[in-house]
């Protein structure tokens, strides 16, 4: 039986990032860059204000002071959005807007604030009395401050946050090249399943893998493609394997099936088109995993018991589709907490379900309640995954273990 290390390296041998597509830049977010953007102009392209006030000559207002201030005639306005002015005339002032451009000639923007402009009435005035000498580029962003052009701004393999499309939004890139996003198929198996939208008989279950598991395919950047319940008999689980495989997706995600039951068929449907790698895992949930090809497309089969499916899902299905996606790392923002309370563990690699605390500089962490595979509650209830290493069957409460945040990433 593999451990958990040696079964994610096995896995991740048989992925490598999708080719790109160019995207509006709108449908871009959380996509992966195909290249780099070099910046073809200079951000800011013009000197500009950061700040609403006056524009000045520093040499003019360097005696500027509360109890005798600098007096000096306004000779023109430059709203936000204006062409770039002419030159500032010698001994005087332009009043300026945050954003628009500085004159030549100015060599500073005094705010507002330190004059004795009040704002309360949209009339330029004729004179401007100034309580503060500006030190010199007070105020003005220069240009290319943020970006100078030829500047490679954003490489391949960047993740496009919110940030990132500012910036290609701030370059004039209406669509952008990126990879392309997986097609995941995802199947339940099982006789037990019924839809959702059914009334369970005397010994079914509501299929809950379909829609937990394919919205984790959709929070990694896949796409998803539903083949629904196949029941526990060889040729409907290989009904759906191929329709898979003839809708061109790049991994083929199934539930249950993969154990040592007597109807557990869907070992011997991919075997029949294809081939497994291994079927167990030392870990704890998930232990029965599978991972093999069914005609050239890659397989996982995760276990049935809700929690096994997503945890399996989280240590081996992610990191997979973050590599078909372009991702250059996968890995889980990771934290240490001290257990509060003793666990015991049989010795595999185990994915306990915590809430965690932050008291001081370090954080506590508590079970998040029942840790039996079926009980998804405690899932949602948890603000990670604390890993006990394989080989450890005892960790007394205060010991230190890390612990794989859910949220951000």
């Given at each position: ?175 952008v090249k990126v990879h392309r996003q997986p097609l995941v198929a995802v199947l339940s198996t099982g006789d037990e399943l019924v839809r959702i939208d059914e009334t369970p008989r005397p010994g079914q279950i509501r299929d809950t893998n379909s829609y937990s598991i ?7 950047g896949g796409q998803v493609l539903a083949l629904g319940i196949a029941r526990d008999r060889l040729e409907d689980v290989q009904s759906k394997l191929r329709q898979a495989v003839e809708a061109g997706a790049h991994l083929i995600l199934s539930s249950a099936g993969v ?151």
């Amino acid at each position: 039986m593999l451990t958990v290390s040696e079964a994610r390296e096995r896995i991740l041998e048989h992925f490598s990032p999708l080719g790109a597509e160019i995207v509006p830049l709108q449908r871009a977010r959380n996509r992966v860059l195909a290249e780099d953007i070099r910046a073809t102009e200079n951000l800011p392209p013009f000197p500009n204000s950061s700040m609403d006030g006056y524009a000045v000559r520093v040499a003019e207002t360097a005696s500027a002071s509360a109890e005798q201030p600098i007096v000096l005639p306004v000779s023109g306005d430059i709203p936000a959005g204006s062409p770039i002015p002419g030159p500032l005339a010698p001994g005087t002032a332009m009043r300026i807007m945050t954003g628009a451009p500085v004159p030549e000639g100015a060599d500073a923007v005094v705010p507002v604030e330190e004059t004795d402009d009040r704002r309360d009435s949209p009339h330029l005035p004729k004179t401007i009395r100034i309580f503060k000498a500006p030190t010199p580029s007070a105020n003005v962003r220069p240009v290319g401050q943020d970006v100078r052009a030829g500047q490679v701004v954003l490489t391949a393999g960047t993740v496009l946050r919110p940030p990132a499309m500012g910036v290609l939004a701030a370059l004039g890139h209406p669509a952008v090249k990126v990879h392309r996003q997986p097609l995941v198929a995802v199947l339940s198996t099982g006789d037990e399943l019924v839809r959702i939208d059914e009334t369970p008989r005397p010994g079914q279950i509501r299929d809950t893998n379909s829609y937990s598991i394919a919205a984790s395919v959709e929070q990694y950047g896949g796409q998803v493609l539903a083949l629904g319940i196949a029941r526990d008999r060889l040729e409907d689980v290989q009904s759906k394997l191929r329709q898979a495989v003839e809708a061109g997706a790049h991994l083929i995600l199934s539930s249950a099936g993969v154990s040592v039951g007597a109807y557990d068929v869907v070992k011997a449907a991919v075997e029949s088109d294809g081939s497994l790698n291994f079927w167990r895992v030392k870990m704890r949930p998930g232990k029965p995993l599978a991972f093999g090809q069914v005609r050239g497309v890659p397989f996982i089969g995760l276990p049935g018991n809700p929690v096994s499916s997503l945890v399996g899902f989280e240590v081996f299905v992610r990191p997979a589709l973050l590599k078909l996606g372009g991702h250059r790392s996968w890995e889980r923002l990771t934290l240490h907490a001290a257990l509060l309370e003793p666990m015991v563990s049989d010795g595999r690699e185990t994915y306990l379900r915590v809430t965690l605390e932050k008291r001081g500089e370090t954080y506590v962490a508590h079970s998040a309640g029942h840790q039996g595979s079926n009980i998804i509650t405690s899932l949602v209830k948890a603000d990670g995954l604390m890993i006990v290493p394989e080989g450890l069957t005892e960790a007394p409460a205060g010991a230190s273990l890390p612990v794989w945040l859910m949220e951000g990433g």
